[in-house]
């Protein structure tokens, strides 16, 4: 049995201990946002935040994450939309296909958690995940956006 | 206004509707909006209104990102005179347009049609609806309708001081028989006050946190799920495999044949089917194919740019003889690679199959292409086959050119009768089984007068056709028309911009092994590529401003040059870049529209191409919803610059050599550059807005490189061509 922490339910689950952990949240737990993009840590759509760090959980085996550690993933950041993040996403209209924007929006809530001012050169560093529709300019304007709301 | 009276007949679809009954029977356990999916009968085949005054719109076509849906909604509401605020969606399915006579027509969604092909029907289907819902009101209040006026839902009679909603008379107003057709007026498009806005998207909220369910997310009861392994090679087929190597692996079910193609291994979850899988042992038949390598595949291009035989695209004048007689000429040949799709939601689709009803759940950009090949597979008569609808994670062509990932759900699925199987496509077997963009090469002899004045063009483009690969029945005696694109002598599609007195398009077809299939923008990009970036070429030969070079050819083409003069108005072209920054052109006409683009750029020593800014201008006649179409712009610069700049798919052995984006690298947040975005919509027609872009993104860079660096890069991606300064 592994026990996992995710977004503050503590679930029992029978899986092999080399699952990535995107697929046990994604079919064991049934939790869906969090998208298979490459299952190699190439693009982010996987992204998830243990214990505030943003993580590409398609190349984490579910064996190296304990009970302890908090995993939140789309579903936990705020089911109603009221994260400032999702409110400069809403704003500004980011999201074309949607398919990355899960990873992308628990890329940029950990970036901001940790770095609450970022440069514009900062966020073009740190946001490494593929958006295929070409997002990115909405992407860095919702992050500063955001920030800005966050820092009131 | 006409007068509308009880009984209903079928709208649009002649006596169709009727015969089917008002219950429409939308069985959508998830697609579309579930909080829109009600019993409330509908005011016609596009509209519906809940007592509460919600507006269902149905959205015929496929939402993949492009935003279509709410441009298609806007243009309804537009006509319905409703609140927007109140305006909701909803997905009919393809059986249902079967079962109802085709009465939402096309659902396909490619060649940046959704908008500029159906917007005629959609906005009468609103305006229809308006006019039966005034009816439905004056009929209560036995007063003339032309005395009742409309505004956000809520219908008035002045005369009376009578008012009332859309939600409360739109069960009356659907028993009433629907105007005919031609009684319909549409507003002009300058009174616009819904579409034509720069609206948010309705499909915004739920893909930020988690709520959307895409395809690959479908869960069904009893749901078990397979991971498919196709012959590497093209064309190769299944030998054998050993299940008893696998079979007392976790949550294995079974393993079975994928036609003769491939193999699929069903388990409880897909993670478990994808180890079991990779585990287990395979024998192909790879066939000939495995002897093709990319070298083959070049050689054979290079040889058709000189061959004696080609197809001829259009001509006018005598190519040959007044090159023979130009006082110079300049000479180039230009290559463009294989491109994969890369939609970032792999290739997937759920399948419930018995001896009865055959169900697929998908995303797909031709639902109606889906059901077909779900009524071929499956064996069973049209109306015992059904297709969900799922927003698409990305289509870019690839989920139009084939529905072979609704081909293999539905052949595992019925290895297990009763039970819902999902099938995922691992990244790697996606990016290894691709219809990619067709490889092509292009030779161009250009002959210039006593004047220097460009006399003379021949271009023999030389490599695969799409139709050959996808639908071999469209060529015409051997011609595939769509090679041309961007290059026609004329027409409203892709017309080609410039006009010079002796000019000679052909096409020698190359196919080879690998599938071609519609790659956002399709052959508009390479023909881009080859046209611009010669062109510019041309006007450095000849010592021309390459702005001023291309608008000597454009007087008849006055929609083509205006988009070119807006970007260098806006990008200050004639006056001097910021110090090391330097520009490049290009336009094209493609889907109907016209755009043109100045990339600006500069070029360290080391050979780092950074790209600044990026002007473009779009005319698409009518613009539903500007802030959408810059988006679309500017992810179409996103698109069409990996592929310029990283973009390529070879060949090795027969299979394809790159399997994921560690080989087939994408363009990301570091070398995002600024666009600005002019949309000047001339009107008096329809352009698309998804793909158009995509044609000027390579050609404007590339040209802004030559004039960084000297350098002419031939051969994309520009990754192959090392820009350091010597
Ligand atoms: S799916 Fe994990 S990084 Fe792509
Ligand atoms: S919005 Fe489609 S991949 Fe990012």
């Known amino acids: ?152 | 206004m006409t007068t509308l009276t009880v009984p209903r007949r079928g709208f649009l679809a002649g006596g169709a509707a009727a015969a089917a009954g008002l219950t429409l029977g939308f069985h959508l356990p998830f697609g579309g909006d579930a909080s829109a999916q009600s019993v409330t009968p509908e005011v016609n085949a596009w509209v519906v209104i809940k007592p509460d005054d919600t507006v269902v719109v149905r959205i015929a076509r496929a939402e993949m990102g492009q935003g279509t849906l709410t441009g298609l909604a806007q243009l309804v509401a537009e006509e319905l005179e409703c609140d927007w605020n109140k305006v909701t969606w909803e997905y009919p399915t393809p059986g249902e347009n079967v079962r109802r006579g085709r009465v939402w027509q096309n659902f396909g969604t490619a060649g940046s049609q959704g908008i500029r092909q159906s917007n005629d029907y959609v906005r009468k289907g609103g305006a229809a609806a308006r006019m039966m819902l005034v009816q439905a009101a004056a009929n209560e209040w036995k007063v003339p309708v032309g005395e009742c006026t409309v505004a956000k839902g809520v219908i008035t009679h002045a005369v009376t001081g009578r008012s009332t909603s859309y939600g409360k008379v739109a069960a009356a107003a659907s028993l009433l028989t629907p105007p005919p057709t031609d009684s319909i007026t549409l507003k002009d498009p300058k009174t616009w006050t819904i579409a034509g806005q720069p609206l948010k998207r309705l499909d915004t909220p739920e893909k930020l946190n988690g709520r959307q369910i895409y395809s690959i997310d479908v869960k069904l009861p009893g749901m078990l799920n397979a991971a498919l392994k196709i012959c590497p090679v093209f064309g190769g087929k299944i030998k054998n495999f050993d299940v008893t190597q696998i079979e007392n692996m976790p949550g294995f079910k079974k393993a079975v044949r994928v036609g003769d193609t491939g193999v699929a291994v069903i388990a409880d979850t897909w993670w478990r089917a994808k180890t079991a899988l990779d585990a287990l042992p395979i024998e192909w038949d790879e066939g000939p194919n495995s002897k093709v390598q990319q070298a083959d595949i070049l050689a054979a291009q290079t040889e058709g740019l000189t061959a004696s035989e080609a197809i001829l695209g259009s001509k006018n004048g005598d190519a040959h003889a007044a090159l023979a007689s130009a006082r110079r000429t300049v000479e180039a040949v230009y290559a463009v690679p294989h491109q994969h799709h890369v939609t970032m939601e792999p290739m997937n689709a759920t399948a419930l199959w018995t001896p009865q009803k055959c169900e697929v759940w998908t995303a797909t950009q031709n639902a109606e292409a889906a059901l077909a090949t779900a009524t071929e597979v499956s064996g069973l008569p049209i109306d015992k086959n059904e297709v969900y609808r799922l927003h698409l994670g990305g289509g870019f062509g690839r989920r139009s050119s084939s529905q072979d990932f609704v081909r293999y759900a539905i052949l595992i699925a019925k290895e297990m009768p009763g039970t819902p199987v999902k099938t995922i496509w691992s990244r790697e077997e996606d990016m290894t089984h691709g219809w990619y963009h067709p490889a092509t090469q292009c030779r161009l002899i250009a002959g210039f007068d006593d004047q220097d004045n460009l006399n003379a063009l021949h271009m023999r483009i030389s490599g695969q056709s799409i139709l050959a690969t996808i639908s071999p029945a469209r060529l015409q005696n051997g011609r595939d028309a769509a090679t041309f694109q961007g290059l026609n002598p004329e027409g409203p599609e892709s017309q080609l911009g410039y006009t010079v007195p002796n000019l000679l398009i052909e096409h020698a077809m190359r196919n080879s092994h690998v599938p071609a299939g519609f790659w956002r923008g399709v052959n508009n990009n390479q023909n881009a590529i080859y046209l611009e970036c010669f062109l510019d070429e041309l006007a450095h030969s000849a010592k021309q401003d390459p702005l001023e070079f291309r608008r000597k050819l454009m007087a008849n083409h006055p929609k083509h040059r205006a988009v070119l003069d807006a970007v260098a108005e806006k990008v200050g072209w004639g006056t001097p870049p910021p110090a090391g920054v330097y520009r490049g052109l290009a336009q094209q006409m493609g889907f109907g529209s016209y755009v043109a683009a100045c990339a600006e750029v500069s070029v360290s020593d080391a050979g780092i191409l950074k790209i600044h800014r990026i002007v473009a201008a779009t005319d698409c006649g009518h613009a539903v919803n500007p802030q959408q179409i810059a988006a679309q712009v500017e992810g179409s610069f996103v698109y069409g610059l990996t592929a310029a700049l990283y973009g390529e798919i070879t060949i090795a052995n027969g299979r394809v050599e790159q399997e994921n984006f560690d080989t087939y690298q994408m363009l990301r947040m570091d070398e995002m550059f600024d666009v600005e975005t002019i949309i000047m919509p001339s009107g008096g027609f329809w352009g698309g807005v998804g793909e158009p872009t995509i044609f000027v993104a390579a050609p404007a860079v590339l040209n802004a490189v030559f004039a960084a660096t000297g350098i002419r890069v031939r051969q994309v991606p520009l990754s192959k061509t090392s820009l350091k300064k010597a």
């Open chain 1, 1 to 152: 049995m592994t026990r996992l922490s995710i977004n503050d339910v503590v679930y029992d689950l029978d899986v092999e201990p080399e699952t990535p952990l995107l697929w046990v949240i994604r079919e064991q737990v049934g939790l869906t946002g969090t998208k298979y993009g490459c299952g190699v840590a190439q693009c982010g759509a996987c992204t998830v935040h243990i214990d505030g760090v943003a993580t590409r959980s398609c190349a984490i085996p579910v064996s190296t994450v304990t009970e302890q550690q908090k995993i939140v993933t789309i579903e936990g950041l705020s089911p109603d939309l009221a994260h400032p993040v999702q409110k400069a996403w809403l704003e500004l209209d980011v999201p074309q296909c949607g398919y990355c924007q899960s990873g992308q929006i628990m890329a940029a809530t950990a970036l901001l958690n940790a770095n609450p001012r970022p440069t514009e050169q900062q966020i073009r560093e740190e946001m490494t995940n593929i958006c295929r529709c070409g997002t990115y300019n909405r992407i860095k304007a919702a992050i500063q956006l955001a920030s800005n709301t966050m820092a009131g």
